[in-house]
């Protein structure tokens, strides 16, 4: 962790944010809503939880900008396979 | 003071080699995971019969209370770091086991979970849905069955009291690996179960 990263991460928070988002999630998989709502909604709650875990508990947030961009390059070639599969069966 | 003298830091990165070294392997674990992915989306959407929803063949209320379970053992994998750094060798070792059983408690959850499914006659042979399912979550549960025997590792390394406050690398590289099995999990929970 660098020097500005001194001021202790509130894991419990994270913890609490995890544990709700995961409720939610459940609740919107079975609420019936509109599929394609459903599944977008699905999908960016746990993105959004993805990137707690990798801020806060994998203390990236306070990394040094080229462990950054190394952490996120993989998602380059990620996003493009699946985006190009998702374009071939659609 | 060998081992100080022996750890070169790329300058880039400005991080320790070990640390740099797990974030590289962390980046081909996620186009391990994402191949993965891109196999389920297509055998999903290629297959000619419907393809069950959630709740059809799977019991989301006990791998969501699985899920809950993982996210927990993140929990106190960042305890025993966050121990470390201020030199708590007991409280160290204690988040250290704790993780390391409510890690084997996901594992737990997940052989009876299969057990059950199998049961019920839902095997990785029951066509593309079972062999999916079975290969998407078996390669995340070896993960974690590695995860736990490192951890248990590092806790044995820790009763030696091979860390300090200053130096306690190997706690903050399995606590990485350990935080992105849990995200990989929050991944396939969603895709797996939810959609």
Redesign the interface.
């Known amino acids: 962790m ?1 020097a500005e990263g001194k001021k ?1 991460p509130r ?2 928070a994270v ?1 609490g944010g ?2 709700a988002l ?2 939610i ?2 609740a ?3 609420m019936g809503f509109e599929r394609r709502a ?2 977008l909604l ?2 960016g ?2 993105v959004y ?2 990137l707690l ?2 801020m ?3 203390h990236l947030k306070w ?2 900008r ?2 950054k961009i ?2 996120v ?3 380059l ?2 996003a493009i ?2 985006i190009v ?2 374009m ?3 | 003071m060998e081992a100080e003298a022996s750890r070169f830091e790329p300058a880039t990165f400005q991080v320790n080699d070990k640390k740099l070294g797990m974030w590289i392997f962390l980046a081909s674990e996620v186009m391990f995971f994402t191949g993965l992915i891109g196999a389920y989306i297509i055998l999903r959407w290629g297959a000619a019969s419907p393809w069950p929803v959630p709740g059809e063949v799977l019991n989301v209320p006990i791998t969501a209370g699985n899920t809950f379970i993982l996210i927990c053992s993140s929990v106190t994998m960042v305890k025993a770091f966050a121990a470390i750094e201020e030199g708590n060798q007991k409280m160290l070792k204690v988040w250290l086991l704790a993780t390391a059983f409510i890690g084997a408690s996901f594992v737990g959850v997940q052989v009876y979970e299969y057990t059950e499914l199998i049961h019920h006659g839902f095997l990785p042979s029951s066509g593309l849905y079972g062999s999916a399912f079975f290969t998407m979550t078996g390669f995340h549960g070896l993960h974690v069955t590695i995860g736990v025997l490192c951890i248990l590792w590092v806790a044995m390394k820790a009763f030696r009291g091979s860390y300090s406050q200053a130096d306690h690398q190997g706690v903050e590289i399995i606590g990485l690996y350990w935080h992105f099995v849990d995200l990989v999990w929050i991944i396939l929970f969603t895709i797996v179960y939810l959609i």
């Open positions: 660098s202790k894991y419990m913890f995890l544990a995961t409720a999630e459940v919107v998989a079975f459903t599944v699905l999908i709650l746990a939880k993805a875990v990798a806060y508990f994998m990394e040094t080229s462990l190394l952490a390059a993989p998602l070639p990620a396979m699946v599969v998702l071939e069966n659609f």
